[in-house]
DNA sequence: GTCTATAGCTTGATAGAC
DNA sequence: GTCTATCAAGCTATAGAC
């Protein structure tokens, strides 16, 4: 087959991502990533014009996943449906591969700055707050939209959970989540 | 009087904090903190022992107004009542003096992971989720007293007033905060 | 209380051999 | 595809004069 000839390249993104999530872009330096890939700095540039793009090539698997899971929803008819199941898509992404990426992006916020505008998922992140409130004028369904995705991030948070004692498992946060993008059935600002 | 020779500390905890908050800790380096105040990197060594010792002052402040909120929480006997205001207080730090540095507490996760066991705050943390959720066993309460932080935090985040059309304002996110921690009168996960 | 000067180190990145 | 060797630049922090 084609390709292939070594898989350092995933092991590079893997590892990366690892280190990155765990403590932090800025203070995960090349020479850590490579020590413990057992290769050279040298080598990682070969696969990787810079620091960034290691990320960039992280968010770009992510923005492909999240393109399913748009799609998808634009197909669909029967909107609040669509919107639990669009929110149960996002709750496996986050528990599946992405759950170390999406914490990463969570807590690096200053490091993703920096490339705003070659960030392929500030767009999307954005389409999909629109998908999930579309019908929703009130600006607070805007607002929680954002909170639903962030308890779903926070109930895969393991730092938070040893926080909580395990308060807040994934399953948790899904029903939290759901809550938070179902049609109010509540009192609370019903305007009068 | 005694003390106040020079307000030279006090300007440093403002500028620093402001860069801090603006683009990072780690992309904030001495140096530019020194050349905004128009003094040089050794007389920041002069007031602060080191980097992190900045922070922590910071931190130290915003401990001791959290303190004072704390210890009226304490003092009141209607909690439902006291849940409500103490959202409202917490508001107020955020919209007021103490909205950069929440946004840099929010934004710069590995920074503070450095120093979690001096970290003044954690401890208040802890201790303000629990009041919050004190007649909450259920662990979704626990999840949502941490949400409504999040939500004040995203009212006074200017970065995300922008992305969304000035959706998120203050007044908004204290309505969705106040929500989040009001006792539940929906059907969702009544358990059957 | 603030300065100049600099030590000492780490970082991201490149050149060129193999 | 990976290596050795090296670079310039940036950083935190200190020493010591004023």
Same mark, same amino acid.
Do not use: C
């Given at each position: 087959?084609?390709?292939?000839?070594?898989?350092?390249?995933?092991?590079?993104?893997?590892?990366?991502?690892?280190?990155?999530?765990?403590?932090?872009?800025?203070?995960?330096?090349?020479?850590?990533?490579?020590?413990?890939?057992?290769?050279?700095?040298?080598?990682?540039?070969?696969?990787?014009?810079?620091?960034?793009?290691?990320?960039?090539?992280?968010?770009?698997?992510?923005?492909?996943?999240?393109?399913?899971?748009?799609?998808?929803?634009?197909?669909?008819?029967?909107?609040?449906?669509?919107?639990?199941?669009?929110?149960?898509?996002?709750?496996?992404?986050?528990?599946?591969?992405?759950?170390?990426?999406?914490?990463?992006?969570?807590? &690096?916020?200053?490091?993703?700055?920096?490339?705003?505008?070659? &960030?392929?998922?500030?767009?999307?992140?954005?389409?999909?707050?629109?998908?999930?409130?579309?019908?929703?004028?009130?600006?607070?369904?805007?607002?929680?939209?954002?909170?639903?995705?962030?308890?779903?991030?926070?109930? &895969? &948070?393991?730092?938070?959970?040893?926080?909580?004692?395990?308060?807040?498992?994934?399953?948790?946060?899904?029903?939290?989540?759901?809550?938070?993008?179902?049609?109010?059935?509540?009192?609370?600002?019903?305007?009068?």
């Amino acid at each position: 087959m084609a390709g292939r000839r070594s898989d350092t390249r995933e092991r590079i993104q893997r590892i990366a991502l690892e280190l990155f999530a765990e403590q932090g872009y800025e203070k995960t330096s090349l020479r850590e990533i490579a020590e413990k890939l057992d290769v050279t700095k040298a080598a990682l540039y070969y696969h990787f014009r810079t620091k960034e793009d290691i990320v960039a090539s992280l968010l770009e698997d992510l923005a492909s996943s999240m393109d399913e899971v748009l799609a998808w929803a634009r197909e669909q008819d029967d909107h609040a449906k669509m919107r639990e199941e669009l929110i149960r898509r996002l709750a496996k992404l986050v528990e599946g591969q992405f759950g170390p990426l999406m914490r990463f992006m969570q807590d &690096n916020q200053p490091a993703l700055k920096d490339f705003h505008d070659r &960030n392929p998922l500030v767009g999307r992140m954005k389409e999909l707050f629109a998908i999930i409130a579309a019908d929703e004028t009130d600006p607070r369904a805007q607002l929680r939209a954002r909170l639903a995705v962030v308890a779903l991030m926070l109930g &895969n &948070n393991p730092q938070f959970h040893e926080e909580t004692g395990g308060v807040a498992q994934p399953e948790v946060a899904l029903e939290v989540a759901l809550e938070l993008v179902s049609p109010r059935g509540r009192a609370a600002g019903q305007a009068t």
